[in-house]
């Protein structure tokens, strides 16, 4: 298991741009997928993007495409999630997640399918 904590959110407007980075600790000697997901109040965890362990394969879900892009540097053990075009409705709290990788498959959906989490950072997009 990793230990992952997430930082860089805040209150920006629609149409700013916001950079969160998630950084891990612990067994991180060991090769991980990760992912962001989000959660906006009375809504179910929601998949934003995910990346493979060496970074070549990236997933985004249909509403940040073009948008928003994931990133990893594996030197630092930090994963990042760069938001551009901010919307109101991507008003949510992000977490970072992580699963041991056995193979560079970025096909994990589900919050499930991830065993390790962070406590979450709120981004609040303002109209």
Not at 86 to 108: G, M, Q
Request: aromatic share 12%.
């Amino acid at each position: 298991q990793v230990q992952l904590v997430e930082s860089g959110g805040g209150l920006v407007q629609a149409g700013d741009s916001l950079t969160l980075s998630c950084a891990a600790s612990g067994r991180t000697y060991e090769s991980y997928t990760m992912g962001w997901f989000r959660q906006a109040p009375g809504k179910e965890r929601e998949l934003v993007a995910t990346i493979s362990w060496s970074g070549g394969r990236t997933y985004y879900t249909d509403s940040v495409k073009g948008r928003f892009t994931i990133s990893r540097d594996n030197a630092k053990d930090t994963v990042y999630l760069h938001m551009n075009s901010l919307k109101p409705e991507d008003t949510a709290v992000y977490f970072c997640a992580a699963r041991k990788a056995f193979s560079s498959s970025v096909d994990y959906r589900r919050p499930g399918d991830f065993s390790s989490w962070g406590q979450g950072t709120q981004v609040t997009v303002s109209s």
